[in-house]
């Protein structure tokens, strides 16, 4: 059974600093992994997905890297802004269950709780 | 926005009485995904279909819920007598077949059982 995990749950730092996200899963047979953001009562938006394949990924200030045998993900977010302040989720697509062949789901993290003081 | 969406945005209801949302994937998107999200938690898997057909169903998903997708294309989720512990995010989400794996989320419905 897939278990993602993400620490610390909360997170404040000043306008400027580049920083570090991490996500821990369990069970390294993943298709992707993907991180979201989420605003407070808001869906989730897409930031980056990393294949099983790749070990890194870059948008803009954003740039995850996937290292699937140590079960680990890291979202860097260089030059942190106010606007950056959401919560950052981790979710790794695999299979949904032992019986259920090519069917597949998201496992999610409980979050890292950003805030980016000005 | 994504172009999954979902309606209603937000529903309030008293315990017991029945709900059912909807969700409307992107149009070439087979695969469709239904997940819920209580405060403070990550979203969790409810259920899964490939066109009309559901293939997967979590534990989660209690017999006072049911999903149907009838010709592959909107979705909608019922419950039956809610409870105040139903009260959540509901979140669907959309992808093609193969290529990516990508889901794509709509903005959510929120649940609040009085």
């Known amino acids: 059974k897939q278990e993602v995990t993400q620490i610390p749950a909360a997170l404040s730092v000043p306008e400027g600093e580049n920083l570090v996200l991490n996500c821990s899963f369990t069970?390294?047979?993943?298709?992707?992994l993907q991180w979201f953001r989420q605003d407070p009562g808001k869906g989730l938006t897409s930031l980056l997905l990393i294949q099983s394949s790749q070990r890194e990924q870059t948008s803009g200030r954003l740039n995850a890297s996937l290292d699937k045998s140590s079960g680990r993900s890291t979202l860097y977010i260089a030059a942190s802004q106010p606007g950056d302040s959401a919560t950052y989720l981790c979710a790794a697509h695999s299979r949904a269950s032992r019986e259920s062949g090519a069917n597949s789901k998201l496992t999610f993290g409980k979050g890292i709780t950003l805030s980016v003081r000005p | 926005d994504t172009g999954v969406s979902q309606n209603p945005r937000h529903k309030i209801t008293k315990r017991g009485q029945n709900v059912t949302f909807r969700c409307d994937p992107i149009s070439e998107h087979n695969r469709l995904y239904w997940y819920r999200q209580t405060l403070g938690q990550g979203p969790e898997f409810l259920t899964y279909?490939?066109?009309?057909?559901?293939?997967?169903k979590s534990r989660l998903l209690s017999d006072r819920f049911s999903a149907e997708r009838p010709k592959g294309s909107f979705s909608t989720l019922e419950i039956q007598r809610t409870e105040q512990g139903d009260s959540a995010m509901y979140l669907c989400?959309?992808?093609?077949?193969?290529?990516?794996?990508?889901?794509?989320f709509g903005p959510g419905t929120r649940l609040t059982v009085t």
């Open positions: 279909f490939q066109n009309e057909a559901q293939l997967e």
């Open positions: 069970d390294s047979a993943i298709y992707n």
């Open positions: 989400a959309s992808r093609p077949g193969g290529g990516t794996y990508e889901q794509y």
